[in-house]
C-alpha cells in the first residue's frame, strides 16, 4: 500500500523541492495526485487485497479470514476496539492513510494557497500565453499593497493590454515554457525597461514559493538541531546550528584548517589549536 501511495506522490514530491520550480505543472500535480489518491480510496481496495493475497501465497504467509476477528500482535486486546480482518485493514489502516494523505495536502494547499498559485500561473508564457487571465494577475499584485498602489494597479491593467500583444507578435517569446524563462528573456530584450511593473511581479512571483520552501526546511531541520540533549540552547546557538545544518552543502568546502585559523584569531589560548 505504501509502495502505490509512494509512486503517486513521487512526482509531486519532486516537483515541490526543485529549486526552481514549474508553477503550471506544480498546481497540475497537486491536483492530479489528489483525483489519484481519491479514486485509489474509492476504487483500489479490492485490487490492493488481490495484490497483498497472491505476494502472501508466493512467498508461503499465512493469509488470515476477512470476516474473522481482528487479533492485535504485541499489544492488549482491551485496548483495540472488536472488528474484523476486513474492517481492522479496510478502515483502521488503508482508508485512514489516504485520508492522512489528503487531509496534508489540503492542509498545504488550501483555497487560499491554490488561488494564489493559479493567479500566478496567469502569466506564464507556456503554450503562447493561453492561460493569460488580466483579472487575476491584477489580483495577484493587489496582494502587494507596498509594492503597489492604486496608481500602480491603474497602470497594471492598462500596461497588461500593451504587455500581451507585444509577447504575442514577439516570436522571441514564443517557446518560453515557464515564467523563469520569460524574465530572463525581459531582461535580455530590455522589454524589463518597457513594462517595469510587470517584471516586477514576476520578480516577486519567482521570489515566494524558494522563500516559503526555505521557511518550511528551517523548521523542518529545527526537529533535528533542537533535540531534547540541546532544548536549553539560546537564540544565537541555535541559529548558528541551523545555518550549518541548512546550508551544509556550502560548508563541505570549508577545510578543517579554516575552522582551525577562526578560532586561533578569535583570541589568545594557552596552548595551539
Not at 496582494?143 to 494597479?153: G, H, K, M, T
Request: hydrophobic share 45%.
Amino acid at each position: 500500500m505504501m509502495l502505490i501511495i509512494f509512486g503517486y506522490t513521487n512526482d509531486l514530491c519532486i516537483a515541490l523541492q526543485r529549486k526552481e520550480q514549474d508553477i503550471v505543472n506544480a498546481i497540475r500535480l497537486v491536483s492530479t495526485t489528489k483525483n489519484v489518491l481519491q479514486k485509489m480510496r474509492d476504487e483500489g481496495w479490492d485490487n490492493l487485497l488481490k495484490k497483498a493475497i497472491t505476494f502472501c501465497t508466493k512467498h508461503e504467509i499465512d493469509v488470515p479470514s476477512m470476516d474473522a476477528h481482528y487479533v492485535p500482535q504485541g499489544r492488549g486486546r482491551r485496548f483495540v476496539q472488536q472488528a474484523t480482518n476486513l474492517h481492522h485493514f479496510m478502515v483502521g489502516i488503508f482508508l485512514e492513510v489516504i485520508d492522512l494523505h489528503l487531509q496534508e495536502l489540503d492542509n498545504c494547499f488550501n483555497e487560499i494557497n491554490m488561488e494564489l498559485l493559479t493567479c500566478m500561473v496567469s502569466l506564464s508564457p507556456q503554450g503562447n500565453f493561453s492561460s493569460f487571465d488580466k483579472e487575476k494577475i491584477l489580483k495577484l499584485a493587489s496582494l502587494y499593497p507596498e509594492e503597489f498602489s492604486c496608481n500602480d494597479l491603474t497602470a497594471l491593467d492598462l500596461q497588461l493590454d500593451v504587455f500581451l500583444d507585444a509577447m504575442l507578435n514577439d516570436e522571441r517569446f514564443h517557446d518560453l515554457k515557464d515564467i523563469n524563462s520569460l524574465s530572463m528573456m525581459l531582461v535580455e530584450t530590455k522589454r524589463h525597461e518597457t513594462f517595469p511593473l510587470i517584471h516586477l511581479l514576476i520578480k516577486l512571483m519567482l521570489i515566494l514559493p524558494v522563500a516559503t520552501t526555505s521557511v518550511e526546511r528551517v523548521f523542518s531541520a529545527m526537529t533535528y538541531v533542537k533535540s531534547k540533549l540541546r532544548n536549553s540552547m539560546g537564540d544565537q546557538l541555535m541559529n548558528d546550528c541551523l545555518v550549518t545544518f541548512i546550508e551544509k552543502e556550502v560548508f563541505l568546502y570549508v577545510s578543517d584548517e579554516m575552522i582551525i585559523d577562526r578560532f586561533k584569531s578569535m583570541k589568545t589560548r594557552r596552548m595551539n589549536l
